[in-house]
């Protein structure tokens, strides 16, 4: 069973969503809206290398927030509420030095007033990057 409020949601619309933001900048790319889970790739490129020519850490952060955050997003009534991220942790497993990392989050937990959530993050050969858990406010919106 699906977990977004809106079921019909599309791919294009989360990249309209995403014009003009850091993860348009960073060149993240929507790919996949699942019935419990969402998917986003980022290159590993210039915007998102350390100096030793290896993913930065807080680039793999953005990556899990983003996906994480407008995961949440898709849960709620934005009408009536709103999300902002509350917590990030993130264990960096292995470096990604090109091509090419993906991000899928998962719900740990979908509340009222917070959602957990769980990112992991995977190299073009599928091998795991990074182990991320973002928790999410939910705010009422002011009339």
Not at 9 to 29: C, K, Q, R, V
Not at 33 to 53: C, S, W
Not at 130 to 140: G, P
């Amino acid at each position: 069973m699906a977990i977004w409020f809106k079921p019909d949601f599309t791919l294009e619309e989360l990249t309209g969503m995403s014009a003009g933001t850091m993860a348009d900048y960073i060149g993240i790319e929507w790919e996949e809206i699942g019935e419990n889970f969402l998917k986003a790739k980022m290159p590993v490129d210039h915007r998102t290398k350390q100096p030793y020519g290896l993913m930065h850490g807080g680039a793999s952060c953005v990556l899990a927030e983003t996906i994480g955050s407008v995961a949440s997003s898709l849960v709620i009534d934005t009408s009536r509420n709103y999300c902002v991220g509350l917590e990030i942790n993130a264990n960096h497993i292995r470096s990604a030095k090109s091509g090419f990392v993906t991000g899928i989050a998962v719900p740990l937990h979908i509340g009222a007033s917070t959602h957990v959530w769980d990112i992991k993050i995977y190299d073009e050969r599928e091998k795991l990057v990074c182990v991320s858990r973002l928790t999410v406010a939910i705010l009422k919106r002011q009339p």
